[in-house]
Each structure stands twice: as C-alpha cells, then as structure tokens.
C-alpha cells in the first residue's frame, strides 16, 4: 500500500541519489591524503554561502608584538640609554558566530569511506584540519550490514567472521579518538543500518539458515531489498547487545553511539504484525546493557520525526530511554515541518544536498544547546550506496 498523499510525508531518503558517495565530507585513505576536502563552499551557490568556519575560515590575526622606543630628548646630555619597550598589539575577541555556538558541529563519516588502512599521521592531521574548520564532532561509522569495521570477538564466536571485509586497524580509531580528545572534539560511533542487512552481507546466508530474519523484504528504499535481522529471537538480541557491550569496552574513549533509522521495522511487512513493544524492549535492554559496561557513553539516535518512525517503523523511540535523538530532515519538500520536530529534540541531520539550507539553520536560534536540555546540531552527510 502506497503511503504517498496519505499522510505527512516524512524522511524523503529514497529520493537521494546513490552516487551521492565521498562528494563533501567523507573518506579513507585517498580521502585524507587531499587537502581543502572541506571547501563547501565549491558545492553551495555563491547566493547562499555564509560566513562560518567551515565554509569561510576567518584569517588569523598576527602575533607580531610591536615595538615601541623611548629615549630622552638629547642623547649627548643624557646618558640613560634607549629603552626598548615591547608592547603586544592587544586583540578585542570576536563575539561568537551562529554557527560557533551550535554546541555540536559534525562530519559524519560512513563505515566504508574511512577503511582504508590510513595511517596515524594521516588521521591526527586530518582530525586536526577538521578542527580548524569549526568541526567539533565526529561521526564514525563502526558497523553496517550485519558486521562490525573492527575486530570482534563476539563477531568471531557468534557468526564465525572477525569483521566486514576491509583494512581497518584497530588503533585507526584509538587515534582519531586520542587526536580528537586533544582538540577538544569528541567521537561519535556510528551503527549503521542497524538491524538490516542485504545480500552483500557477509553474514546473509547465515542469517537465513538460522532463520534470524523477518518474513519478507524491507523496501523502505526502491534501490535496495534489505532484509530485517528478527530481535524477538533471544540469540538476536543477545548477539546485539554484546556487540554493544564489547564495543565501548574495546574503546572506552568513544563519547558517544549513534544508531540510525534502520533500527525498525517497515510496515508493510508481510502479516501486517505491529512489532512496536518488541522492538522498544530490544532497544531498552541494549541501553541497560551499554550503560552497565560504561555509564557515562550517550546513547544517541537519528531517525525519522516521531509520528513517522512509529506509524510506519514500528519506532516508538520516545520510549526507549536514549540519551539523544536527531530528526532526519532529509526531505526538502517537508524540511520546515520536521524543524519543528527538531526544535524539542537534541538537533537535526541534513545530507549534502541540502548544503543550501545551512544558513537557515545556523540562524535559526532553535536550533542550539543550551545547557542540559539537550538541544544540538550536527551536519550528518549521509552516503548512501551500496556498501557490502
């Protein structure tokens, strides 16, 4: 049953083009070795840009103390010599710019852009040129499809793979966190695509054997089938909530963890059977389980405005106790309504193709943080694609 013209429309991602992949703000290796990768403003019409760091990077100010000499009016009468007197050219601080006081500014950052065995001094030096560009968060994607990007123990004893298929080190994030941390910017990691997977999946055949998977196929977007992992199986969720645990063991460092809209259930599911309470018992037992191992790591979310991930997700997330919620707002055609949505939660994500609407949302004074209600912004470039 189509849900056009029947009710608000909502996240609008099947509307965004795959090739969108590594055009602004991703990458690997290749993707840290260039340098001015962050130069929005190439991307953003010259009408809409705006003067933030991450687009306009204000020249430094020189340092240069000046030099002022004193000595008395005539030399041959007086003896006392010259006195060099250093006198430092005082700066009167600038008062902070919309842009600098949203408390969170990310990259986001997906699974597979940023595995390419790049090494530590690649990565700090980047991490440090995100700085520069008023960037104080970082997005790292560390799962999708099924797998995990680092070494998994869990991964290992439960489904027989060490990982997804990639070059990633373990120490890749121990340093970008390490590097980030000096900056004063902090790591969010990533779970993308939560509990679905496709065929690419190293895990899918398995998955199916066991019989882990819901009948049907997801086809929430019309490029890709995904199938959806079955959390009302004990092994399923035993299976994700160690995952969770032995991730924020392995990197205790890591501010944050992020999951996204994946993790629900596509309403048109054969059977038509309301998963909502499962699904908000899943992801709760997740959260007792995380925040046991490591009390102080946010668990955040990303999804749909609550209306639409409930009514067709099964993503009832206001009851599921997480720390942070983000409002995709990736349709354009209903971006103002879904602001609304995310002036009472923690932010809003946005995609590279909607750079134009920075400036609205860097101006907009509701969408900031102040203090502890949680009230914040993030750029999420979401690269969608067909990524294993």
């Not at 953003?44 to 004193?70: E, G, M």
């Not at 009390?295 to 206001?318: G, L, T």
Request: proline content about 6%.
């Amino acid at each position: 049953m189509s849900r056009q013209n029947k009710e608000p429309i909502g996240c609008g991602c099947a509307n965004i083009p795959f090739s969108v992949i590594l055009i602004i703000l991703g990458g690997g290796y290749w993707w840290f070795s260039q340098k001015g990768n962050l130069d929005i403003s190439k991307l953003v019409p010259k009408n809409q840009q705006i003067n933030i760091p991450i687009l306009n990077p204000a020249p430094t100010a020189s340092s240069t103390p000046t030099l002022s000499f004193s000595s008395s009016p005539n030399p041959a009468s007086n003896n006392n010599q010259a006195s060099e007197k250093i006198i430092p050219k005082q700066k009167t601080p600038l008062p902070p710019t919309p842009w600098k006081k949203k408390v969170i500014r990310g990259i986001y950052l997906s699974r597979y852009q940023v595995t390419n065995n790049a090494n530590e001094q690649t990565i700090r030096e980047r991490v440090r040129y995100y700085h520069s560009q008023g960037i104080n968060t970082i997005i790292h994607g560390v799962w999708g499809n099924g797998c995990t990007m680092y070494n998994s123990d869990v991964m290992q004893q439960t489904l027989g793979y060490r990982s997804c298929p990639n070059q990633f080190q373990d120490q890749w994030l121990n340093w970008l966190i390490d590097e980030a941390h000096k900056q004063g910017m902090q790591v969010h990691a990533y779970f993308e695509k939560g509990i679905k997977i496709d065929k690419n999946s190293p895990i899918f055949d398995l998955a199916i054997a066991r019989k882990w998977i819901v009948p049907g196929v997801d086809k929430t977007y019309s490029e890709i089938d995904h199938y959806v992992l079955d959390v009302e199986i004990p092994e399923v969720t035993n299976f994700f909530k160690n995952i969770l645990v032995e991730f924020v063991t392995k990197y205790p460092n890591i501010d944050a963890v992020q999951w996204d809209d994946y993790l629900g259930y596509y309403a048109e599911l054969p059977g038509k059977v309301d998963r909502t309470a499962n699904l908000t018992s899943f992801v709760q037992q997740m959260v007792s389980s995380m925040k046991k191992a490591h009390s102080s790591v946010s668990f955040d979310i990303c999804h749909h405005n609550p209306y639409w991930a409930k009514r067709y997700f099964a993503a009832d997330w206001e009851k599921w106790g997480v720390d942070r919620v983000f409002i995709q707002a990736y349709n354009d055609s209903n971006f103002v309504e879904e602001l609304n949505y995310a002036q009472k939660y923690a932010g809003v994500a946005i995609t590279d193709r909607q750079l134009g609407r920075l400036k609205e949302l860097i101006d907009n004074p509701k969408i900031t943080g102040d203090g502890a209600i949680s009230r914040k912004f993030f750029i999420s470039v979401i690269a969608f694609g067909r990524f294993g």
